[in-house]
């Protein structure tokens, strides 16, 4: 038996082994160090996976801007051989199949970097009170083509009531659009599709519906996971990355509403729902779109390192009726813009010797006159890059491959 000596007394009537709390203390030591290293790894692992995502967007966003070059002048040139059709029986033919597949490929680069932006966090949306009629219209011009080509009907409906949502137009229309051009994907040629739109108490209900191959069961709770493909053959066979409706779902949960996928399995066709808040009609603000090709001559100074791009754009605004220089380097456009007096400078912003947005500075501070209207040519479409333009100077901003119609509209008098 142990004496008051051999052993201290707790307090609590209980003796205290002094090598007993030297090994609680000395564990207590050993798990602070674990949970102090697991703290500094947790966070360099989470610095690893930032730095790898900033790279990876990095490298999207320089893939879809080398990838665009090349498709800015095939597309010019698409367009050139549209107005030169009356040369040859086959031209429409060929410049069909040309334009489709740029647009196609335009397609491909726009969801690839829209899955990054949504990643990332980077879509900002531009809200205002716009007709949910008009962005319909947006979605349905998109896609039409695709539709005709494949001998596809497609039944809209819209309801006698007028519908407003605060939305970003182009974002929305594009979630429209995705999920049209999806149901066309999936649907077989001279397939049905139809897109409806009814009130929803303080709401509004947007439903795709198609006769396509379906969804199974085992799909139908994923469909809106990125990277998920339907059945291999057929959407091998019309292209895409798996990558529309999971930016569908995306867009949509920024607007404040829902989408939800049904089908009744393979081979029944499959609806999409979309429910989005509802503004009031009479705040519907003016986008002040314009429609129509220009009409006016203009002397337009065009900057374009690329002397492909260079020459379909100044074969395609001379056949227009315009007057166009050329330069090919940053400082050479700036010196011919402040030599001369042009009503439009187009300008890449990827140039030699000096970048489009110091041409388009310097050329708003030293301009003698009133500067001509600058637009930017860009193979970069993301939200920053659009500001940074604006900051810059640049009336205008236009991703590659440019829409012909698109740029003459911005050459007619404003």
Same mark, same amino acid.
């Given at each position: 038996?142990?004496?008051?000596?051999?052993?201290?007394?707790?307090?609590?009537?209980?003796?205290?082994?002094?090598?007993?709390?030297?090994?609680?203390?000395?564990?207590?030591?050993?798990?602070?160090?674990?949970?102090?290293?697991?703290?500094?790894?947790?966070?360099?692992?989470?610095?690893?996976?930032?730095?790898?995502?900033?790279?990876?967007?990095?490298?999207?966003?320089?893939?879809?801007?080398?990838?665009?070059?090349?498709?800015?002048?095939? =597309?010019?040139?698409?367009?050139?051989?549209?107005?030169?059709?009356?040369?040859?029986?086959?031209?429409?033919?060929?410049?069909?199949?040309?334009?489709?597949?740029?647009?196609?490929?335009?397609?491909?680069?726009?969801?690839?970097?829209?899955?990054?932006?949504?990643?990332?966090?980077?879509?900002?949306?531009?809200?205002?009170?716009?007709?949910? %009629?008009?962005?319909?219209?947006?979605?349905?011009?998109?896609?039409?083509?695709?539709?005709?080509?494949?001998?596809?009907?497609?039944?809209?409906?819209?309801?006698?009531?007028?519908?407003?949502?605060?939305?970003?137009?182009?974002?929305?229309?594009?979630?429209?659009?995705?999920?049209?051009?999806?149901?066309?994907?999936?649907?077989?040629?001279?397939?049905?599709?139809?897109?409806?739109?009814? @009130?929803? =108490?303080? =709401?509004?209900?947007?439903?795709?519906?198609?006769?396509?191959?379906?969804?199974?069961?085992?799909?139908?709770?994923?469909?809106?996971?990125?990277?998920?493909?339907?059945?291999?053959?057929?959407?091998?066979?019309?292209?895409?990355?798996?990558?529309?409706?999971?930016?569908?779902?995306?867009?949509?949960?920024?607007?404040?509403?829902?989408?939800?996928?049904? /089908?009744?399995?393979?081979?029944?066709?499959?609806?999409?729902?979309?429910?989005?808040?509802?503004?009031?009609?009479?705040?519907?603000?003016?986008?002040?779109?314009?429609?129509?090709?220009?009409?006016?001559?203009?002397?337009?100074?065009?900057?374009?390192? /690329?002397?492909?791009?260079? %020459?379909?754009?100044?074969?395609?605004?001379?056949?227009?009726?315009?007057?166009?220089?050329? %330069?090919?380097?940053?400082?050479?456009?700036?010196?011919?813009?402040?030599?001369?007096?042009?009503?439009?400078?187009?300008?890449?912003?990827?140039?030699?010797?000096?970048?489009?947005?110091?041409?388009?500075?310097?050329?708003?501070?030293?301009?003698?006159? @009133? @500067? @001509?209207?600058?637009?930017?040519?860009?193979?970069?479409?993301?939200?920053?890059?659009?500001?940074?333009?604006?900051?810059?100077?640049?009336?205008?901003?236009?991703?590659?491959?440019?829409?012909?119609?698109?740029?003459?509209?911005?050459?007619?008098?404003?």
């Amino acid at each position: 038996m142990s004496s008051n000596a051999d052993m201290a007394d707790r307090g609590d009537g209980q003796p205290e082994d002094p090598q007993r709390a030297h090994e609680l203390l000395a564990q207590l030591r050993d798990a602070n160090q674990n949970l102090l290293i697991a703290a500094v790894d947790a966070q360099a692992r989470r610095d690893e996976a930032e730095a790898a995502n900033r790279r990876q967007n990095e490298f999207l966003a320089m893939l879809a801007h080398e990838l665009r070059n090349p498709l800015a002048p095939i =597309g010019m040139a698409a367009a050139l051989l549209e107005r030169l059709s009356g040369v040859h029986p086959d031209l429409p033919r060929l410049h069909g199949v040309i334009q489709r597949q740029v647009e196609q490929m335009a397609r491909l680069l726009d969801d690839l970097l829209d899955a990054a932006r949504v990643s990332s966090g980077k879509i900002v949306l531009r809200k205002k009170v716009a007709a949910l %009629a008009e962005v319909i219209e947006r979605a349905v011009e998109t896609v039409q083509p695709k539709m005709h080509q494949r001998q596809q009907q497609l039944r809209v409906s819209l309801p006698d009531q007028a519908l407003a949502v605060e939305c970003d137009p182009a974002r929305l229309a594009q979630v429209f659009s995705n999920l049209l051009w999806n149901a066309s994907k999936f649907t077989q040629e001279g397939g049905a599709i139809s897109l409806s739109v009814e @009130p929803d =108490g303080q =709401g509004a209900r947007v439903i795709v519906e198609d006769n396509g191959i379906g969804i199974t069961p085992d799909l139908l709770p994923q469909v809106f996971e990125l990277f998920l493909q339907g059945p291999r053959g057929l959407a091998r066979s019309e292209g895409g990355m798996g990558i529309g409706l999971s930016v569908v779902r995306s867009l949509v949960k920024m607007h404040d509403g829902t989408v939800e996928a049904w /089908s009744e399995g393979s081979g029944k066709g499959s609806r999409f729902t979309v429910t989005l808040p509802c503004a009031r009609p009479e705040d519907i603000a003016q986008d002040g779109r314009r429609s129509g090709k220009a009409s006016a001559r203009a002397r337009v100074l065009l900057i374009e390192d /690329s002397a492909d791009a260079s %020459a379909m754009l100044r074969e395609l605004l001379t056949l227009e009726g315009h007057s166009v220089s050329c %330069a090919a380097t940053g400082p050479d456009g700036l010196a011919m813009a402040l030599a001369d007096v042009y009503d439009v400078v187009v300008c890449d912003i990827g140039l030699p010797g000096m970048d489009g947005y110091q041409v388009a500075q310097q050329l708003r501070a030293r301009h003698p006159h @009133p @500067p @001509p209207r600058i637009v930017a040519l860009s193979g970069y479409g993301g939200p920053e890059d659009r500001s940074r333009a604006e900051r810059a100077g640049f009336d205008h901003y236009l991703v590659k491959p440019v829409d012909p119609d698109a740029l003459l509209m911005l050459l007619g008098p404003h």
